[in-house]
């Protein structure tokens, strides 16, 4: 019984830390979208960087803790996490301005919402 109340517990645990993924990763791409470029990586500009290097960190942060949870709970890696990452880093010429890009990782969310 103890071992299912911690599981119980820990289950609950991932589905706030999860929702406080999507909350910080939403705030992040409005002001994106609303023209703070740098989220996404496309550049070089190290100013760019250090304003969004906080918000990477603790949206890296927050999807270990997913992972590990889920790790534990026998449940698939964080998808959403997997997903933004590969979206990040240098982009081909001719692809989307960040904030365009931001705006479409909205939409996508927009749709999902759980």
Request: aromatic fraction near 6%.
């Amino acid at each position: 019984m103890a071992r299912a109340e911690r599981l119980a517990q820990l289950d609950e645990r991932r589905i706030e830390i999860e929702v406080e993924y999507r909350q910080l990763l939403v705030a992040a791409l409005e002001r994106c979208a609303a023209g703070k470029w740098g989220l996404f990586g496309h550049g070089k500009d190290r100013q760019m960087i250090a304003l969004w290097a906080p918000t990477i960190e603790e949206l890296n942060d927050l999807a270990d803790q997913i992972d590990e949870a889920r790790d534990r709970l026998g449940l698939p890696i964080f998808d959403l996490h997997a997903e933004f990452l590969a979206s990040r880093g240098r982009a081909d010429p001719s692809a989307v301005g960040e904030p365009k890009q931001a705006k479409a990782w909205l939409a996508k969310l927009a749709l999902s919402q759980p």
